[in-house]
């Protein structure tokens, strides 16, 4: 079976920094491109970042992550990470991993990142 299983959130001050780690199985990894996605309380779901398959020559991100968060993964370890920096208290949320296929798409069930003082 597929799964998807993100961790790494937790409570963190202004400007710190986290590594979200999401791990693969049940799938061909290196054959999909992953993405990141938040969700915020009360607001829709959004991209944040994401890498190319198979060597992850090619990554996108979010205007509002963009110079602070770094997408990458290991293809041995079916690893995805989201590198985050300089974190702001607009960056809380939930965070999902995705996989996106043709037919659909495959989510983890989501790590809590919280930015507070």
């Known amino acids: 079976q597929v799964q998807l299983v993100e961790s790494g959130g937790g409570l963190v001050q202004p400007g710190g920094s986290l590594r979200l780690s999401c791990a693969a199985s049940?799938?061909?990894?290196?054959?999909?491109?992953m993405r990141w996605y938040r969700q915020a309380a009360g607001k829709e779901r959004e991209l944040v970042a994401g890498?190319?398959?198979?060597?992850?020559?090619?990554?996108n991100y979010s205007d509002s992550v963009k110079g602070r968060f770094t997408i990458s993964k290991d293809n041995a370890k079916h690893t995805v990470y989201l590198q985050m920096n300089s974190l702001k208290p607009d960056d809380t949320a939930v965070y999902y991993c995705?996989?996106?296929?043709?037919?659909?798409?495959?989510w983890g069930q989501g790590t809590q990142v919280t930015v507070s003082s």
């Open positions: 995705n996989a996106p296929d043709l037919a659909y798409d495959y």
């Open positions: 049940g799938f061909t990894f290196s054959s999909y491109a």
């Open positions: 890498i190319s398959r198979g060597a992850g020559r090619f990554t």
